[in-house]
């Protein structure tokens, strides 16, 4: 079983839907969780950075992270042509550390 | 700010030969990691360099040896390639401890 767990889709939904994305993890001792958007051929570029528990909005994004679960969502707002890519969750144990754990990523397409 | 470069973008190498590959990170970062992304396995965690020192070695075998140079810049070799090491090698730079930003990566097609 692999420390973090994303379902890889493909998600398809029309424009201007409502986007929600899942991770499950198996470490209760990661701290820091974050999402990345990778399109094709193209490295991952960081959406969301958090902290612990609860949740975090920027612009068209929030993210929610529910420890006790050991649960993260990313939910996207009028979803646009443009946000079709993958989606990656990831999260680390602590401050003084790099090292990222990655979920498989979620294929989204969002069609016009 | 000019963001992570990597550098080949491009690469093909034999079965046997070995490979360097080269990460210069956001000005003023001085902590690099580097992955591998494949189809199968995802992105997997390589090593992470900070003030020249390797701080976490993730589990691939010792073919895979990276190093930190004083201006931050680092660079990762694979020895003795195989097929499986066909890949998209990332680098990703940080502020210590802050959030980490991915360069395009350098894709490796063994033969």
């Known amino acids: 079983q692999k420390e973090v767990e994303q379902d890889p889709g493909p998600l398809s939904v029309p424009e201007g839907a409502i986007v929600s994305l899942n991770c499950t993890y198996s470490n209760s001792a990661f701290q820091y969780f974050m999402w990345y958007r990778q399109y094709s051929r193209k490295g991952p570029e960081l959406l969301m950075y958090?902290?612990?528990?609860g949740n975090k909005e920027d612009g068209r994004f929030t993210a929610q992270v529910d420890k006790s679960s050991k649960y993260i969502s990313l939910f996207i707002r009028d979803s646009q042509p443009s946000d079709s890519a993958t989606y990656l969750c990831a999260m680390k144990l602590s401050y003084n550390t790099d090292k990222l754990i990655f979920g498989t990523g979620t294929r989204l397409q969002v069609f016009p | 700010k000019a963001g992570v470069t990597q550098t080949p973008r491009y690469l093909i190498k034999t079965r046997g030969q070995q490979v360097t590959l080269s990460c210069s990170p956001i000005s003023g970062h001085r902590s690099v990691s580097w992955y591998q992304q494949t189809p199968g396995q995802g992105l997997q965690f390589l090593f992470e360099?900070?003030?020249?020192?390797?701080?976490n070695k993730g589990n691939f075998p010792g073919r895979f040896s990276g190093r930190q140079f004083s201006n931050s810049r680092s660079e990762m070799n694979v020895s003795t390639l195989e097929l499986g090491d066909s890949a998209l090698y990332l680098c990703?730079?940080?502020?210590?401890?802050?959030?980490?930003?991915f360069g395009p990566g350098t894709r490796l097609t063994v033969t």
């Open positions: 990703a730079s940080s502020i210590q401890g802050h959030e980490q930003y």
């Open positions: 360099y900070f003030s020249e020192t390797q701080r």
């Open positions: 958090t902290y612990s528990s």
